[in-house]
């Protein structure tokens, strides 16, 4: 599936940050880590087993709608909270890191309320196909 268009893009030295509607990608740039990160990401089920203990030397991508808090402090690092892992710092300049953080607590409530909505669509279809099972089941003819 082609990237959804960034809507905010900050280039640094070693590293690209990438604000998409739904996703935050850090990007390394060079190096050694760079092949490990790009190793992860071509294979989503070693990203989903591997990615919790990779989080604190590789940036893997990261949904927004799994993002508690976002603030940056005076120094302009980005402090990125998310519950059950370990929190992400991005270090910026203070302008690029105040754009990032109020870009990003523009999307993170729309991205939360589209998370809730797919979860609903979900048990309901769930609920509507252990329905059908039922029904199936109770006009069977009976067994003899």
């Known amino acids: ?10 280039d640094k030295p070693h590293f690209q940050v990438k604000l998409q509607s739904d996703l935050l990608k850090v990007d390394l740039k060079d190096g050694a880590l760079r092949e ?18 990779f989080q604190t030397i590789i940036p893997l991508d990261l949904h927004l709608w799994e993002i508690e808090k976002v603030t940056v402090e ?18 910026l300049e203070h302008p690029e890191a105040e754009r990032l953080v109020e870009k990003m607590n523009e ?21 509507d196909q252990d329905k059908q099972k039922t029904d199936a089941f109770k006009y069977r003819p009976p067994m003899r």
């Open 107 to 127: 999307l993170i409530p729309i991205e939360k309320e589209r998370r809730v909505e797919r979860q609903k669509a979900e048990q309901a279809a769930e609920r």
């Open 36 to 53: 490990l990160e790009k190793l992860c990401e071509a294979r989503p089920a070693l990203r989903d087993t591997l990615g919790w203990m």
């Open 1 to 10: 599936m082609p990237d959804k268009p960034a809507v905010l893009t900050l």
């Open 74 to 91: 005076p120094s302009g690092k980005v402090n990125i909270k998310i519950p059950h892992r370990k929190d992400i710092h991005i270090p």
